[in-house]
């Protein structure tokens, strides 16, 4: 499967973004779709993700409430929204996919074979 993240950019703090990430290449519909996030100086770690066949969805604990992965099924594409961005979510934001995890393993950057390219998103104060 191929992975297009976009949609980054600068925003204040208090706005919002949505990042997309549009897969192509197989049947998705098999897939775990999930965003992780790399600020500077800091691990990759874990903002959301979503099931592909069921429509479940899992975030993290900074992400919930604030932050909403939602798929748009003709388009192939899952979207992040965001929302009170504070500067601390500035970080490279970047999508995986992932054919055969468990859930209790959601949260593992390993488990994703599949990565498309990082998006920005800075937030300024």
């Known amino acids: 499967v191929q992975l297009q993240a976009s949609g980054g950019g600068l925003v204040q703090t208090g706005g919002s973004l949505r990042l997309s990430c549009a897969a192509s290449g197989v049947n998705i519909r098999r897939y775990y779709i999930a965003w992780f996030r790399q600020a500077p100086g800091k691990e990759r770690e874990f903002v959301a993700a979503i099931r592909w066949s069921s429509g479940y969805t899992y975030y993290a604990d900074f992400a919930e409430g604030r932050f909403t992965i939602a798929k748009d099924i003709a388009k192939s594409t899952v979207y992040l929204q965001m929302s009170s961005l504070t500067p601390e979510d500035t970080a490279i934001y970047s999508c995986?996919?992932?054919?055969?995890?468990?859930?209790?393993?959601?949260?593992?950057?390993?488990?994703?074979?599949?990565w498309g390219q990082g998006t920005l998103v800075t937030v300024s104060s």
């Open positions: 995986a996919g992932s054919s055969s995890l468990i859930t209790s393993s959601i949260r593992d950057s390993r488990q994703y074979a599949y």
